[in-house]
């Protein structure tokens, strides 16, 4: 099993970044999606989910308006859309798949930084 995270980056206030979470190793169209968020000295926090079939999303009120989860079942791939990012959303970012068990990628660092 393998979920890499890509696309994260620096960026300045207001902009925008796509982050990509790759699968592998699992039946990926059966599994619910998440990202999650870790910011320094921080709790990690549940970001957005969607289920299985993309068809039901949710979101911290934090990131409500601003990100989109998403997910190609095709591509075994899941997708976070942050736009309008501030300061405040500076973490690691996190994605999961869970069913039965939850399996986690390592992480790819979002700044956001004048």
């Known amino acids: 099993v393998q979920l890499v995270e890509f696309g994260g980056g620096l960026v300045q206030p207001g902009g925008s970044l796509r982050l990509s979470c790759a699968a592998s190793?699992?039946?990926?169209?059966?599994?619910?999606m998440s990202w999650y968020r870790q910011a320094p000295g921080k709790e990690r926090e549940l970001v957005a989910d969607?289920?299985?079939?993309?068809?039901?999303?949710n979101y911290v009120d934090s990131v409500k308006g601003r990100f989109t989860i998403s997910r190609d079942n095709n591509k075994n791939t899941a997708y976070l859309q942050m736009n309008l990012l501030k300061p405040e959303d500076t973490a690691v970012y996190y994605c999961?798949?869970?069913?039965?068990?939850?399996?986690w990628g390592q992480g790819t660092q979002v700044t956001v930084s004048s």
């Open positions: 190793g699992f039946t990926f169209s059966s599994h619910a």
């Open positions: 999961t798949a869970h069913r039965l068990r939850v399996y």
């Open positions: 969607i289920n299985s079939a993309g068809g039901s999303t």
